[in-house]
């Protein structure tokens, strides 16, 4: 079945770098996504990855994806206390296009 | 301002009185979804629409009923709410139903059921 998973809860010290994990499932999902929640607020999407691409630098964001092991990561660079969030993994149903996001991962930046 | 739109943002109510959740987009999308966030389970959809008239369940659809009678809306019935339905709900809405179509969350609205 369907099923995506990271880790709960990362800190980090500001300025250092951060990396999120996620393993996914479904081998035909195409396109492979990260979202930020910041508090009280909804979903925005952060970037995304064709399952064609190993790799997306976007600023201070690089995914890198690891078909094989399927595999997802996030690392975030120079990270700020505005960083502070929470990040979802989510990948795309291959059939209906729903996303199926992972349980989020807490990012905390200490100053 | 391209948006989604969700009403209430705060709601607390009593087992089995009956509540709508409204949600309204401006961009003229063709699908529509809800979802449910709970604590370490991530976000996980209840129903969605690929366009007016069109609706199907996700994930979690029980206890919940949808329409989409325009475009511009998808509202979320819950006829007789339980406390298990206490949750942050989430509105979103995308140009149409496939990979790589960005969606766009409205900002939750919490609900609360005793």
């Known amino acids: 079945g369907e099923d995506v998973e990271q880790s709960l809860f990362l800190s980090v010290r500001e300025g250092d770098s951060s990396v999120i994990n996620c393993t996914y499932t479904?081998?035909?999902?195409?396109?492979l996504y990260w979202y930020k929640q910041e508090p009280g607020a909804g979903l925005q999407l952060l970037t995304y990855?064709?399952?064609?691409?190993d790799m997306k630098q976007d600023q201070r964001l690089t995914v890198l994806l690891n078909k094989k092991d399927k595999h997802l990561s996030l690392r975030i660079a120079d990270t700020q206390t505005g960083d502070s969030a929470i990040y979802f993994c989510?990948?795309?149903?291959?059939?209906?296009?729903?996303?199926?996001f992972g349980q989020g991962t807490t990012l905390q930046v200490k100053p | 301002e391209a948006q989604v739109t969700q009403n209430p943002r705060y709601l607390i109510t009593v087992t089995g009185k009956k509540l709508t959740v409204t949600c309204s987009q401006n961009?003229?999308?063709?699908?529509m979804s809800w979802y449910r966030q709970d604590p370490g389970l991530g976000l996980r959809q209840i129903y969605y629409?690929?366009?007016?008239?069109?609706?199907d369940k996700g994930d979690v659809p029980e206890g919940y009923k949808v329409s989409r009678k325009e475009k511009r809306n998808f509202p979320l019935i819950l006829e007789s709410p339980s406390p298990n339905q206490t949750s942050l709900y989430f509105c979103?809405?995308?140009?149409?139903?496939?990979?790589?179509?960005?969606?766009?969350f409205g900002p939750g609205t919490r609900l609360t059921v005793t």
């Open positions: 979103a809405s995308s140009l149409r139903n496939g990979r790589g179509y960005e969606q766009y």
């Open positions: 629409s690929m366009n007016v008239e069109v609706t």
């Open positions: 990855i064709f399952s064609n691409m």
């Open positions: 961009m003229n999308h063709e699908y």
């Open positions: 479904d081998s035909s999902s195409t396109y």
């Open positions: 989510a990948e795309s149903n291959s059939n209906t296009g729903k996303l199926i």
